[in-house]
């Protein structure tokens, strides 16, 4: 029987590196032979409890020979090298016998769903964490082919085999028996298991960023002589932006390439690369990758085109660029991208097409539009914007903005992080990232393309029907700021990244012009926050009364920010030091201070946000404002929820999708799976829960009442899923028909926690199974106690990319 394709994957390791995981083949005998020849004693004696200097040629063929369902193994490469081998062998098979009666039929059933699993991991890898990433694609395995349990026979001395077992966050048991530990695994998903899995993954996936970004050597392979070259300028821009560490142009012919000793190839380089900056022509890039691959370096920046975007042909160079270079334990951003670059002073990288960064800040940066790139370093410089870290990933065949994420997270000197996004490769890690990063650091994101729907998708072709008012709610919910311009995402960035977070809406208003100060009030009232009355300094006010007005606002306790505007006065001279008394008190006060001064653009001293309109300045105090807010509300938790087989589920969606088109009884087989029934008859009043697979966000569930009228005026909410507690109360009332729910004109209020509850089922189901495209309950009863399904509809389709298992993996190229 052949393995599923989603058996094999990409992975990062714990320290950064990749390797691809595979079921084992026939065909493998000679790697498994070489793998073996290369492990110590000591390994070879805790995996067989005796030494085995060598495998017969019995075992070779028993160990490469498997039926993919009840003898599964999975092996790790790295080159053409097998690294480590994981392996389940079921135990036992249902008798096909009945006599035994129940509870002899009991034993047969429980047996058959119990595997013995077992690891070797080459003595050089050790340490990596192949085995625990091992664990998790076999147990994912295992469970797609009914097994429910591991069993393993482990020695006591074997402390990494130990403690990959005991920190897997499965349900465990063990016992010592005649000098062995005997472990059992429960290979049911559980909280704890989720949650060891996606802290492995961003350990891994941020330790792969900072090695991208922090190199200790760098080569320009492509380095050209010829002025303004892609090579040239790529290898100036490192020179001049002092990078800490040795430079290495290679050229196939010249010996200098700006001044600096060039060599022929990578390979001929004396000492080690950390990172490659490629750019030669792109039927080239494949060639230079295999060089790479030996060198041992660990990252690449491709700025050379001609790959996925340049049809076909590039896409099928691109996948290849990619397969290669995670093959062999190495990360790619681009191909087709501006490069990356990192302010830190210990660093100081420019592996970027633009001739100058802005300034060291607080800011990370990811942009996916390599095109863009250079205008935004200038645009950010020019707003005096100070970046930690900025990555240019082109067609982000590897490297994401996820990646990004991952690392910012954890990056002490990224208080603030921008994204640039045309499209989003793996929507349900964005939102969970999102969704959890966002409670410490600020997102702030720009998402070019939209539809006439109005979701802004890099791939119109792809987007459901969701109007701009559902979109928002999703960033919302996740807690990204979004904006629409490029403009914006400056703007909201300056308030956030050097000014305190503003504890409510309360707006302070100072200023020396009565006009502006009007100005403002009316832009805060028509952003939704609560202006104070201005306070009107007069023409001439100098920096004692701004400082003296500042001083009365932060004393305020009914402010909660503060607008400053400032306009030369008409007669008599300009004193230059309002400026600084505005930023003098800004540095010791508790609230965040904007202002509009002199129609600049930029940050007062480094510090003050200054926009050349009112209007400006208020919006983006509000978007800091509301951000603001989401931190200080509560979030409530995802609930376990009583009646819930998940591991059912699974498998009957995988029966589903060979059937067809699903029949009626069986959708109530999969929605009872998670405690949802269907019900014949019901009163109250009709609404209707829908969930769907949406190309940008991931799984999102909507409510609303059922009916024309409410489809004609989109009267819908929308959330992410899983929903908390809290926001499922909240999407009940999110509608505006929401009164009619909860009592409207006296009449008895429907049951709430019904419909709750309802949707909390609805959005687990969605979250567990990407293949569940769409499922519609329609309509649902609602009344005073208690809500019924009275019909559903489901669609079905394999969704492309990453599934939801419980094992990392990186995205398809």
Known sequence: MPYPDHWEADVVLADGGTAHLRPIRAADAGLLREFYARLSPESIYYRFFSPRPRLTDE???????????????????????????????????????????D????????RSQT????????????????????LEHITAAARERGVARFIADVLPENRRMNKVFREAGYKAQQRFEEGMLLLSLDLQPTETSHEVMTAREHRAEARSIGR?????SVAVIGASREAHSVGQTALRNLLAGDFTGPVFPVHPAAAAVASV?????????????????????ADSVNDVVAQCAAKGVYGLVVVSSGFGEAGPEG???????????????????????????NNDPGVLLNATLAPTLPRRGPVGFFSQSGALGIAILRWAAERD???????????????????????WEEDPATTVVLLYLESIGNPRKFTRLARRISRSKPIVAVKSGRTTQGVPLGHAAQALSLPDHAVSALFAQAGVVRVDSLGDLFDVAQVLAYQPRPKGNRIAILGNSHSLGLLVQDAATAQGLDPLPPVDLWPDAGPSEFEAALDDAFADDGADAVVTVFAPPVRGGMDPGVAAAIVRRAEDGAKPVVATYLGERGLLHGIVPSYPVPEDAVR?????????????????????????????????????????????????????????????????????????????????VSFGLAGVAAELLEDRAYRLAPLTDVEAAELVRAVRTAPLLLGHQGAEPVDTAALEDLLLRASRLADDLPEVAGLDLEPVLAGPSGAVVRGARLRLARPPGRRAEHARRLRPS
Not at 86 to 99: E, K
Not at 316 to 334: C, K, P, S, T
Request: proline share 6%; net charge negative.
């Open 385 to 407: 914007l100070g970046l930690s870290t900025f990555v240019s990933a082109g067609n982000r065949a590897d490297v994401s903005g996820n990646d990004l994420m991952q690392y």
């Open 59 to 101: 075992e070779i063929a028993h160990f490469t020979t498997v039926d993919y369902v009840d003898r599964v193994a999975l092996i790790a490469t790295i080159g053409d090298a097998m690294v480590a081998v994981v392996r389940y062998d079921r135990i036992g098979t249902p008798a096909s016998s009945p006599d035994g009666g």
């Open 103 to 110: 509870e002899a039929r009991g034993r047969r059933r429980e």
């Open 620 to 700: 983006a105090l509000a978007y800091a404002v509301r951000y603001a807010g989401w931190r200080r509300r509560p979030h409530g938790r995802v609930p376990e929820l009583p009646g819930v087989d998940r591991v059912k589920a699974r498998i009957l969606v995988e029966e589903l999708l060979d059937e067809g088109e699903p029949a009626p009884g069986r959708i109530a087989e999969l929605l009872a799976c998670y405690g949802i029934g269907l019900a014949a008859e019901g009163q109250g009043i009709a609404t209707k829960i829908t969930t769907a697979e949406d190309p940008s966000f991931g799984a999102i």
């Open 261 to 281: 000793r060039a060599y022929p190839t990578v390979s001929d380089v004396p000492d080690a690369v950390d990172l490659a900056v490629v750019a030669v022509p």
């Open 115 to 134: 595997a013995e699993v077992a690891f070797l991991v080459e003595d050089a890898h050790q340490g990596r964490g192949l085995g625990s990433v091992l």
């Open 212 to 216: 991208l970004l922090s190199p200790r």
């Open 315 to 341: 896409r099928e160079r691109q996948d290849e660029l990619v397969r290669l270079a995670r093959a062999n334990g190495m990360r790619v951003v681009g191909p087709n991208c501006l490069g990356i670059a």
